[in-house]
């Protein structure tokens, strides 16, 4: 094993196992954003990039995912009082590991709002984002269930197939009309389709909906797994059908179809979207607020 390496301040990083890491994040970060997933999900983030304790004087008083091009999901131990002193020597440890790629050294992704001052003074600031210039997100979760999904007279819905991305990417085009700051193009589009077609497994392709009318495409759900567990990627309906009630008919769907082999779903919604409204009706709880920062060059 690596020696300790110094942070400053007294403070030194070492190697952490990622599941031991896992389960000491777990109870010291606590919160609705930890407690409803599943361990085996949060360890398959914790198993994707490195861990690091922070020690002082060898003991453990704090950790965090820590490496080249990332920070996150930091904690303190107490008798540590809060996390400015750990962010602010961890960045700096990021800092000296990571490469910076279009002007961008590192990510932490869903600092919360909590933290966010911390992170601050690092010097990390906010990702570019839609409306407001930072990217805000919510988590919404529910737990599965079989339930019906009628659907308007002369309406269907089946599974995608991998030859029906080239279509799912120009509905998405045309569905979200330039507000992704991710994809802007139907070529951006179609790769993002294929990397969530190529994680499926049975139940979500089982869950995913293409919905036609009279052989056009009018709306599309897409669920996937990212890191071990199913999210509905996209939920998308064409403009001239919206109103419809095809979005609520496609997540019941998933939701059905999910069920019983996934015990939950979760999405992805940017903060202060109506859209919020429909995912609350249809029983989707809110996690906390969180932001997207990047650390700059």
Same mark, same amino acid.
């Given at each position: 094993?690596?020696?300790?390496?110094?942070l400053g301040?007294a403070?030194f990083?070492?190697?952490a $196992?990622?599941?031991?890491a896992?389960?000491?994040a777990r109870l010291y970060? !606590? %919160?609705?954003?930890e407690?409803?997933? @599943?361990? #085996?999900?949060l360890l398959?983030?914790?198993?994707?990039?490195?861990s690091?304790?922070?020690?002082?004087q060898?003991a453990?008083?704090?950790?965090?995912?820590?490496g080249p091009?990332?920070?996150s999901?930091p904690f303190a131990?107490p008798?540590?009082?809060g996390?400015?002193?750990?962010?602010?020597?961890l960045?700096?440890y990021v800092?000296?590991?990571?490469?910076?790629e279009e002007?961008v050294?590192?990510r932490a992704?869903?600092v919360?709002?909590?933290?966010?001052?911390?992170?601050?003074?690092a010097?990390w600031?906010?990702?570019?984002?839609?409306?407001?210039?930072?990217s805000?997100c919510?988590?919404?979760?529910?737990?599965?269930?079989?339930?019906?999904w009628?659907?308007?007279e002369?309406?269907s819905?089946?599974?995608?197939?991998?030859? $029906?991305?080239?279509?799912y990417?120009q509905?998405?085009?045309?569905?979200? !009309? %330039?507000?992704d700051p991710q994809?802007? @193009?139907r #070529?951006?589009?179609?790769?993002?389709a294929?990397f969530?077609?190529?994680?499926?497994?049975?139940?979500c392709?089982?869950?995913?909906?293409?919905?036609?009318?009279g052989?056009?495409l009018?709306?599309a759900?897409?669920v996937?797994?990212?890191?071990g567990?199913?999210?509905?990627w996209d939920?998308a309906?064409?403009?001239?059908?919206?109103?419809?009630?095809?979005?609520?008919?496609m997540l019941?769907?998933?939701?059905?179809?999910?069920?019983p082999?996934?015990g939950?779903v979760r999405l992805?919604v940017e903060?202060?979207n109506p859209?919020?409204?429909?995912?609350h009706?249809?029983?989707?709880y809110?996690?906390?607020t969180?932001?997207?920062?990047i650390?700059?060059a």
């Amino acid at each position: 094993m690596m020696d300790p390496l110094p942070l400053g301040g007294a403070l030194f990083a070492a190697p952490a $196992d990622a599941g031991e890491a896992c389960a000491w994040a777990r109870l010291y970060r !606590g %919160g609705m954003d930890e407690h409803d997933r @599943s361990e #085996a999900e949060l360890l398959a983030e914790y198993e994707a990039a490195p861990s690091v304790w922070v020690l002082r004087q060898g003991a453990r008083v704090g950790g965090a995912i820590a490496g080249p091009g990332v920070l996150s999901r930091p904690f303190a131990v107490p008798p540590q009082e809060g996390l400015g002193e750990l962010v602010l020597r961890l960045t700096a440890y990021v800092r000296r590991a990571s490469r910076a790629e279009e002007g961008v050294l590192a990510r932490a992704p869903a600092v919360r709002m909590s933290e966010l001052d911390d992170f601050y003074r690092a010097g990390w600031t906010p990702q570019p984002g839609p409306g407001d210039g930072l990217s805000w997100c919510r988590a919404m979760v529910r737990p599965t269930q079989s339930l019906p999904w009628p659907l308007p007279e002369g309406v269907s819905a089946r599974s995608p197939r991998k030859a $029906d991305l080239p279509a799912y990417a120009q509905l998405l085009l045309e569905a979200y !009309g %330039g507000r992704d700051p991710q994809r802007v @193009s139907r #070529a951006d589009f179609l790769q993002d389709a294929l990397f969530q077609y190529e994680r499926m497994d049975a139940p979500c392709k089982r869950a995913s909906s293409l919905v036609e009318e009279g052989g056009r495409l009018m709306g599309a759900c897409f669920v996937t797994l990212f890191v071990g567990a199913p999210v509905v990627w996209d939920v998308a309906v064409h403009p001239c059908a919206r109103g419809r009630g095809l979005a609520r008919a496609m997540l019941c769907r998933a939701l059905s179809g999910l069920y019983p082999a996934h015990g939950s779903v979760r999405l992805f919604v940017e903060a202060g979207n109506p859209v919020q409204a429909l995912y609350h009706t249809l029983g989707f709880y809110a996690l906390p607020t969180t932001c997207d920062l990047i650390l700059p060059a």
